[in-house]
């Protein structure tokens, strides 16, 4: 068994590192990089927090789970990589941006703190760097407002709703916010991680570094109708919000080079799974992710994979989920080697994008023009049949009517 780190910078684009071709200055993560394996082409199971890292760290698509709200409990059936190490006998642990949001029902992650105190992360890793551990930080600040400060709940929003005013004003102001992010990314990389790296043993260690999501600026309409953070991630399925990073870096580390294949965030928790040495359990088929280290430890192609990406109607500040499927999950999508789905299940919308031809997403092919994709359509819409809507506590639930009563939302 290994020790391993797993990094997710909330809101990394996929091209903000340096290393990725981005334009952030970002020596420490392309140091780090060039003794890692890269998966240049890595899509996300969802375009916000809650469901794309609960579908990293169990490799079961987040629309199997039902996950869309930060107090619902994971689902029992399937092993997450923290119950599997865990159970080999690895301290788990996880530093989230606030402990009353990400796995506050999900006991198993081992929640130790706020990754905004980064003292008391530092503290934690010096006093368990010599055990195996499984340790999980979700690092917060490249997500919106963009500044690298510990900040109550009320004081991010206030200033996140400053940054959207200002993205609101036009897109001349597009530019000042994305030099914002840049720096966030650059504090990240170059105050941050050298900070974490100095005290981790990183010879014995698995190093990840990934995100649960990219960003967008309102590129694709008008400013003036960017109403909250989702609108930067959470409500679309393009390739900005979709696409992130991973690099993954041996103990020790050793060049592996570059996997231009498509694979998934999904596939990080059998892939890790199988690194660490832990059980069985966390790669068995019925899981949507596969082990991706032969191409990590033998230089292996990755299998052809195509990745199924789902998005969530916004309950985040709802006191209930609904209760069919097809009301929560609102917009499916799949990506293969060379094309796009995207699937809105309620009015039938469909979009295909060229991805070889057209990048950016910009160019909708009508479905009659390409029916030899029709096999592609019923992948993608056969995913509804498997989604569900999860568990939420009934605690949960009267304590946000009573937040919402308290608001005047409710009677
Ligand atoms: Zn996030």
Same mark, same amino acid.
């Given at each position: 068994?290994?020790?391993?780190?797993?990094?997710?910078?909330?809101?990394?684009?996929?091209?903000?590192?340096?290393?990725?071709?981005?334009?952030?200055?970002?020596?420490?993560?392309?140091?780090?990089?060039?003794?890692?394996?890269?998966?240049?082409?890595?899509?996300s199971a969802a375009p916000w927090t809650v469901p794309s890292i609960a579908s990293m760290m169990t490799g079961v698509y987040s629309h199997r789970l039902g996950l869309a709200k930060w107090e619902q409990p994971w689902p029992g059936e399937y092993r997450s990589?923290?119950?599997?190490?865990?159970?080999?006998?690895?301290?788990?642990?996880?530093?989230?941006?606030?402990?009353?949001h990400l796995f506050r029902r999900v006991?198993?992650?081992?929640?130790?703190?706020?990754?905004?105190?980064?003292?008391?992360?530092?503290?934690?890793?010096?006093?368990?760097?010599?055990?195996?551990?499984?340790?999980?930080?979700?690092?917060?600040?490249?997500?919106?407002?963009?500044?690298?400060?510990?900040?109550?709940?009320?004081?991010?929003?206030?200033?996140?709703?400053?940054?959207? %005013? &200002? $993205? #609101?004003?036009?897109?001349?102001? =597009?530019?000042?916010?994305?030099?914002?992010?840049? +720096?966030?990314?650059?504090?990240?990389?170059?105050?941050?991680?050298?900070?974490?790296?100095?005290?981790?043993?990183?010879?014995?260690?698995?190093?990840?570094?990934?995100?649960d999501h990219?960003?967008?600026?309102?590129?694709?309409?008008?400013?003036?109708?960017?109403?909250?953070?989702f609108?930067?991630?959470g409500n679309?399925l393009?390739? %900005? &919000? $979709? #696409?992130?990073?991973?690099?993954? =870096?041996?103990?020790?580390?050793?060049?592996?080079? +570059?996997?231009?294949?498509?694979?998934?965030?999904v596939?990080?928790?059998?892939?890790?799974?199988?690194?660490?040495?832990?059980?069985?359990?966390?790669?068995?088929?019925s899981l949507d992710?596969?082990?991706?280290?032969?191409?990590?430890?033998?230089?292996?192609?990755?299998?052809?994979?195509?990745?199924v990406s789902v998005m969530n109607r916004d309950f985040v500040d709802l006191p209930d989920l609904p209760a069919s499927p097809d009301e929560l999950w609102n917009a499916f999508a799949l990506?293969?080697?060379?094309?796009?789905?995207?699937w809105r299940p309620q009015t039938d919308?469909?979009?295909?994008?060229?991805?070889?031809?057209?990048?950016?997403?910009?160019?909708?092919?009508?479905?009659?023009?390409?029916?030899?994709?029709?096999?592609?359509?019923?992948?993608l819409t056969g995913e509804l049949a498997r989604a569900k809507v999860g568990e939420v506590m009934p605690k949960d639930v009267e304590k946000t009517r009573?937040?919402l009563?308290?608001?005047?939302?409710l009677?």
């Open positions: 068994m290994t020790s391993a780190v797993i990094i997710v910078a909330d809101s990394l684009r996929h091209d903000a590192l340096g290393c990725m071709g981005g334009e952030a200055q970002t020596p420490t993560v392309d140091r780090m990089a060039s003794e890692s394996t890269i998966f240049e082409r890595t899509v990589l923290f119950a599997s190490a865990a159970q080999a006998g690895l301290r788990v642990a996880s530093f989230v941006f606030d402990t009353a006991s198993e992650a081992g929640v130790a703190g706020s990754s905004q105190d980064t003292d008391s992360l530092i503290r934690w890793l010096e006093e368990h760097r010599n055990e195996p551990f499984l340790l999980f930080i979700h690092y917060w600040w490249t997500h919106i407002p963009y500044v690298d400060k510990p900040m109550t709940m009320s004081a991010w929003k206030q200033t996140s709703d400053r940054v959207l %005013e &200002v $993205l #609101r004003s036009g897109d001349a102001a =597009r530019k000042g916010v994305q030099a914002l992010y840049r +720096r966030a990314v650059e504090r990240f990389s170059e105050v941050w991680l050298p900070r974490v790296f100095d005290v981790l043993d990183m010879d014995s260690t698995w190093t990840v570094l990934t995100s990219g960003e967008s600026w309102g590129e694709r309409g008008e400013t003036s109708k960017l109403a909250d953070v609108d930067l991630h679309t393009y390739d %900005e &919000v $979709l #696409r992130v990073p991973l690099i993954i =870096r041996p103990p020790g580390g050793s060049r592996s080079g +570059r996997i231009p294949q498509l694979v998934r965030t596939d990080l928790a059998p892939t890790m799974s199988d690194l660490m040495g832990l059980d069985e359990a966390s790669r068995r088929p992710g596969v082990s991706l280290a032969d191409c990590i430890q033998k230089g292996a192609h990755p299998p052809e994979l195509d990745a990506t293969t080697r060379r094309y796009k789905y995207i919308t469909r979009q295909l994008f060229d991805l070889d031809v057209d990048p950016g997403e910009t160019q909708n092919i009508p479905a009659q023009e390409l029916p030899d994709l029709e096999s592609g359509w019923r992948r009573q937040r009563r308290n608001l005047g939302y009677e």
